[in-house]
């Protein structure tokens, strides 16, 4: 949830990742035109919006030859629900752009909250907003409407609580959440005298039906979407229990999902750890996004 600790893991993955055909064609020229389409070209588009407040506009990142049925991920920055930026998703940008050069990539921003407005539900009613337009706009972009959701810290707490409880249109086909909080009414953070920690679950109150109206992990049930969990077993801010909760949660209704704990790490992690993770997403999306 610290933002140094994202620009870390950010940095990582930047650095992770820095046919034609000889036969004769069958067809005149002029009957290839009628039957082939024009083939669109890569275009990227920045800070749209999508509302009229500060935060709400968003990166697109529109692949060549894309059509109606280019699936989209959808990145969304941590930052403790206060701070945060799109750009420190830039690693995690660098990466699908690399690895899965086929799919639109939308990186947002959202409003931040601070000790007199709550991150609920203002947070979550942007990624609403925003795929309402991403639909509104499916023709002009050329993409689908199925969506994969990666968040990191906080980021991935929104993509899990939005995807489960909020998404009426059953867009989502995978969420993946690296380092997200899952539970609020976990004993880890009731019972913490970290200020830091006290201080990050004080934005949303104090009152039990909120604090589970906001945790995913009282939100998801049988018809959730697949999921990916990953989790470093010595985070100073996000419990294992966090992870190890949701997963066996998960594991009881049946949905699909992985979940990976790396027990040495915190909140971030470099070397073959970062490597395994990258792979395990790559393949994640392929399965669960690109194949629907």
């Given amino acids: 949830m610290k933002k140094v600790a994202l620009s870390v893991f950010t940095l990582l993955f930047f650095l ?6 000889d036969g004769e064609n069958p067809m005149p020229p002029e009957m290839m035109e009628e039957i082939v389409p024009e083939t669109l070209e890569a275009v990227t588009l920045n800070n749209v ?37 799109k750009a420190d998703m830039v690693g995690f940008l660098e990466l699908l752009k690399s690895q899965l050069p086929q799919v639109a990539i939308v990186n947002m921003n959202y409003r931040l909250a601070d000790n007199e407005t709550s991150p609920f539900p203002m947070q979550t009613d942007d990624i609403t907003t925003l795929v309402a337009q991403l639909r ?14 990666l968040g990191v810290s906080a980021g ?5 609580l939005w995807s489960y409880a909020y998404d009426t249109e059953e867009q989502v086909k995978m969420v993946c959440s690296i380092v997200g909080p899952t539970n609020f009414l976990d004993e880890a953070y009731l019972n913490s005298t970290d200020p830091a920690i006290q201080e990050l679950i004080g934005l949303f109150g104090e009152d039990t039906e909120l604090l589970e109206e906001t945790s995913p992990l009282f939100q998801v049930k049988t018809t959730s979407p697949p999921t990916q969990l990953f989790y470093g077993g010595q985070d100073p801010l996000i419990p294992t229990s966090q992870g190890v909760d949701l997963d066996a949660k998960l594991t009881e209704l049946n949905v699909l999902h992985e979940f990976t704990l790396y027990e040495t790490e915190g909140h971030g992690w470099v070397g073959d750890n970062l490597f395994d993770t990258s792979i395990k997403l790559k393949a994640f999306i392929e399965t669960h996004l690109l194949a629907n």
């Fill in 16 to 21: 992770l990742v820095s046919c034609s055909s």
């Fill in 49 to 85: 919006t999508y509302g009229s407040a500060e935060g709400q506009n968003y990166d697109i990142y529109l692949p060549e030859n894309r059509t109606l049925d280019t699936k989209v991920v959808l990145l969304v920055h941590g930052g403790g629900w206060t701070s945060g930026d």
């Fill in 136 to 149: 509104e706009k499916q023709t002009e972009y050329q993409i689908s409407t199925n969506l994969g959701l």
């Fill in 156 to 160: 991935g707490h929104l993509s899990l």
